[in-house]
């Protein structure tokens, strides 16, 4: 770990205090059907219409696990490059509540499928290692709909049983910046590996936030409170802020921090006390009966990391290795599966320079204006591709294809079509250039003449005039070659 | 008693297969016989309307390959029947009506068998007397105010009065075997793993199997043979080579060993029942079988053990019966109220004290001290019989402690209740089979059975041995119809 001037310290008095977070993200594990019954997992559905008897806990109904969820989750584990356990263990987590039909939670507790593990975190000041301590298996419950009548609430069981990983990182994070990056990467390996599609508005991607306070240089952890439920990077990050904050106040009041799960109001940006220690649910785990200890064996852990695509870290490594990419530059064409995949679809014609710098800067730039996603740009990696060998080639200068990027943006058309169809074409024959020199000499004699007496700086006033009456097409390094000669 | 309903389902399936008799005469039989039993209190819901008429369909195309051609039966109510109403004994069920069969009837249907209505049994199958069931006590055709046994006290009191020829029952604790011992009757618990729990209300699911009731090994070891498949829709049935159970059944057993465990002679137990047992080896000598003294030593730990797992796995089983999607609710003012009210209303007293017990084992703090030594106590108990079974191939011991005792004899002693299923437990603790065969009879006259435990899946094995006994002991079942006027 760096030590690094970007040091998140939360100051009082004379006192300065370090933040120290946990995550345990719930993470929607992408798959057709739920982890222990056959029903569809689609988002937005009409409610209660993807529901089984399973999932509706009817009497005498039996769990059977869903194989590819298991595979998802030890992919998962391997891109986490983490243990996987060949035996693990579902139990039951029992409490009450209206959308959980079973009456308990099927869960892992002592046994997860996935154990310690890490996840590399590039911060401005170096990378960061941020430790994994289990990953497991469990069902989502249905949700409480309370906001449709006065008196009734109406329960949408389509969530139920739907499969999720829940990912327990170590207290090792000490900033809302790192929290943002750790969810990020997490998101990423995701994304990339196809376990999980981490949209966060869908609720497939929210998280538990562990947050404690310490005097820095403190070796102990102080007393933490757990944030339920929050559903965006955002709101973690306020969340923490709220709380690290509340907490630091109270020390600094000579009070102590009862061990509670808080709620984060985001509309008031503050978190309320759910409920203490003391009134913690006990949840009675047990191993569920229903269901045999998972065994996975070698060959099958084997398979399955055979199919593990390349991943965000060893991309990086290779981008910076074989295209000479700075890891800035890496970093953000990694960050996610579909950008890296469009970056390589580009330079798979074109030049790695170029495409590097059109793909972070304009394209980065144009998507976001239009808040669009890469997989949603209006122009394809091919057309792009295409307009870089067009400056590469010298047919239009830089300045221009910026011109055709724009009408590019209106709609994937060629931009070889567009420069022939506007006459965009970049002046390159030295004759026609030289035509146009001499006219603008002639046109402004008294100017060349102070230029001649040593006045060196008009030498950018007849670029100017050339590029002007070229309509921008003249080739911009032989103007400076013509005019240095003609003056 | 009509000719009819004095057959054996084997006499019966070679009648309907030689077209002596068609299904509608055999099931009119049993529909009728059953409607002058209703005094025995043994169904909860009958379907006989809609029997005959499917006894009618099957005799229009008759399909007498089937194994169970046209053979009319009334299952245990905890079985999930698609569009009949079932209720697990309880007022927490009384309107449930699945839109889905359960594997083990559905295997029955697909023989060619035909339901008639369902049986009662102890709500959610927890007690041993039949008392604790919603629908009210049954009477054991036995002798009046006499109990069948339970859970499957419906299933005993119909099979032994003949209102049906053979029926399926679950076992948990005993719940096939002890009600088999208490009417005359054969019960089997099969290996755990052997019948699909798939839609069978469930009890406590480590120890639950379904198994079939009847009044001969023969009929049994049919039934068996039917019941007994593998499927994928429970995780915990299991995949071995079934045999045919009734065509490979024999009466040869000679130089079979059977263990006589010394742990089964328990403190006070009745002079009877000893002499019972005494007969009973000297039956399976007879046979040509060899007697072996063997060891159980845990045995005296399986009661308390039994009686922290199965209520654990219930307390958390049963926590879907909760008002919000089906079966019976209680208003309340908000959502924990209502839980509160649906469940005190629900649910009986024996059912409140299971979930109680069952809560209060698997709390923080009490977990270690009893459910997790519970299941260390339960691997030493199958260990004894692991290695039991290295000397011997199975073991003969009395089924239940007493003969069938009265109605609210022990209602009051739940400890003593429970006593009933100290031979029984054991069998579901270590998930092996175990089968209950008719040996004799009390000084009342009333019926005692012996348990014979096999080796997991050796269902064959035990029901050799309980049909060559059956021959040597020729026991004779004693109803005088006394509830028909």
């Not at chain 2, 629908?135 to 009046?144: E, Y």
């Not at chain 2, 639950?208 to 429970?234: F, H, R, W």
């Amino acid at each position: 770990m760096s030590k690094n001037k970007s040091e998140y310290l939360i100051n009082r008095h004379d006192n300065q205090y370090e933040v120290v977070v946990g995550l345990e993200v719930h993470a929607q594990v992408t798959s057709e059907s739920k982890l222990f019954s056959t029903s569809a997992t689609k988002f937005g559905a009409e409610p209660n219409t993807q529901v089984s008897l399973v999932d509706a806990a009817f009497p005498g109904m039996l769990p059977v696990i869903n194989e590819y969820c298991v595979k998802q989750a030890i992919k998962t584990g391997i891109g986490l490059k983490a243990k996987i356990n060949k035996r693990s263990v579902f139990d039951r987590k029992n409490y009450f509540y209206a959308d959980l039909p079973q009456g308990y939670q099927i869960s892992q507790f002592k046994d997860p499928i996935v154990g310690e593990g890490k996840v590399i975190l590039d911060m401005p000041d170096g990378q960061k290692e941020v430790g994994i301590e289990r990953l497991h298996l469990e069902q989502d419950a249905g949700k409480s709909i309370h906001d449709l009548d006065p008196k009734n609430t109406f329960v949408d069981l389509n969530r139920s049983g739907v499969a999720l990983m829940e990912i327990v990182s170590k207290p090792d994070l000490r900033s809302p910046d790192e929290v943002n990056a750790y969810i990020k990467k997490l998101r990423s390996i995701m994304r990339y590996l196809g376990t999980c599609d981490g949209n966060m508005q869908e609720g497939s991607l929210r998280a538990d936030v562990n947050v404690s306070v310490r005097k820095k240089g403190s070796k102990d952890f102080g007393t933490r409170c757990e944030i339920k439920n929050v559903n965006s990077i955002k709101f973690m990050q306020m969340a923490i802020e709220y709380e690290a904050n509340r907490q630091v106040d109270l020390i600094e009041d000579g009070q102590t921090i009862d061990q509670e799960t808080r709620l984060f109001d985001t509309k008031k940006n503050e978190t309320r006390s759910m409920r203490s220690k003391e009134d913690a649910h006990d949840y009675r785990y047990f191993p569920d009966p229903d269901l045999l200890p998972l065994e996975v064996s070698d060959d099958f852990i084997e398979k399955l990391k055979s199919e593990i695509p390349e991943l965000p870290d060893e991309k990086k490594k290779r981008f910076i290795e074989k295209f000479k990419l700075s890891p800035y530059e890496a970093n953000i064409l990694v960050s996610d599966i579909e950008t890296s995949n469009y970056f390589e679809n580009v330079i798979k014609k074109s030049d790695v320079k170029l495409a590097t710098n059109w793909i972070i800067g304009e394209l980065f730039a144009a998507l976001n204006e239009k808040n669009l996603e890469i997989t949603e740009s209006p122009i394809s990696a091919g057309n792009l591709s295409k307009l870089i060998n067009l400056i590469k080639d010298g047919t239009i200068s830089g300045k221009i294809a910026k011109t055709v990027f724009e009408q590019m943006m209106e709609g994937d058309k060629d931009p070889k079509k567009i420069v022939e169809e506007k006459g965009l074409k970049q002046e390159s024959d030295p004759k026609a250039l030289e035509a146009l020199i001499d006219k603008v000499i002639d046109d402004n004699r008294d100017k060349a003449t102070e230029y001649k007496s040593g006045k060196v700086k008009l030498f950018g006033f007849f670029v100017g005039q050339v590029m002007k009456v070229s309509g921008g097409k003249a080739n911009p390094q032989l103007v400076n070659e013509i005019l240095k000669k003609k003056l | 008693m009509s000719e009819i309903t004095k057959q054996s389902l084997s006499e019966l399936v070679e009648s309907i297969k030689s077209k002596k008799l068609s299904s509608s005469e055999v099931t009119k039989a049993f529909v009728e016989r059953s409607e002058k039993s209703k005094e025995l209190n043994a169904y909860i819901t009958e379907d006989y309307a809609n029997a005959l008429n499917k006894a009618k369909k099957f005799d229009e195309k008759p399909n007498l390959d089937l194994k169970l051609p046209g053979i009319p039966m009334a299952v245990k109510d905890l079985f999930c029947t698609r569009d009949l109403r079932t209720t697990a004994g309880s007022k927490i069920l009384n309107n449930f009506v699945p839109t889905y069969e359960s594997t083990v009837t559905q295997n029955i249907w697909n023989e060619g068998a035909i339901l008639m209505g369902k049986l009662n049994c102890d709500e959610f199958a927890m007690g041993s007397s039949n008392e604790t069931s919603f629908f009210g006590n049954v009477q054991n055709p036995i002798d009046k105010n006499l109990v069948p046994g339970g859970s499957s006290g419906g299933s005993s009191s119909a099979v032994a009065a003949q209102l049906t020829p053979i029926t399926i029952g679950t076992d948990t604790g005993g719940s096939i075997r002890q009600p088999a011992s208490f009417t005359g009757t054969v019960g089997l618990k099969p290996t755990y793993g052997s019948c699909s729990r798939y839609g069978i209300v469930a009890f406590a699911s480590s120890l639950d199997q379904a198994g079939p009731m009847a009044q001969n090994v023969k009929d049994c070891a049919l039934l068996q043979e039917v019941i007994s498949t593998y499927d994928e829709k429970d995780s915990t049935s299991i995949d071995f080579k079934r045999n045919d159970y009734s065509k490979e059944l024999t009466k040869d057993i000679k130089g079979k060993k059977i263990g006589i465990p010394k742990e089964y002679r328990v403190d006070g137990m009745p002079k009877e029942i000893e002499d019972l047992w005494k007969k009973g080896i000297e039956y399976a000598k007879d046979c040509g079988a060899e007697i072996i003294d063997i060891s159980l030593p845990h045995t005296n730990y399986a009661l308390p053990t039994y009686y922290i797992v199965a209520p654990a796995e219930a307390s958390s089983n049963l926590a879907r019966y909760d008002g919000v999607k089906y079966g019976f609710r209680a208003e309340g003012e908000n959502l924990i109220d209502m839980y509160e009210k649906t469940r005190s209303e629900g649910f009986g007293a024996e059912v409140q004290r299971r979930i109680m017990i069952g809560t209060y084992v698997l709390s923080s703090g009490y977990y270690d001290a009893y459910y997790l030594k519970a299941q260390k106590v339960r691997k030493l108990i199958k260990n004894d019989f692991d290695d039991a079974y290295e000397k011997v191939d199975a073991i003969l011991t009395p089924s239940t402690p007493s003969s069938a005792f009265k109605i609210g004899e022990k209602t009051n002693d739940p400890v003593s209740m429970y006593l009933n299923d100290i031979f029984t437990v054991p069998v579901n603790l270590a998930g092996l089979p175990g089968i209950s065969i008719p040996a004799g009879h009390d000084a009342k006259g009333y019926p005692l059975g012996l348990q014979i435990i096999g080796k997991a899946f050796d269902e064959q094995n035990i029901l050799n041995i309980a049909y060559a006994m059956e021959e040597k002991i020729n026991f004779k079942n004693n109803i005088t119809d006394w509830w028909i006027k």
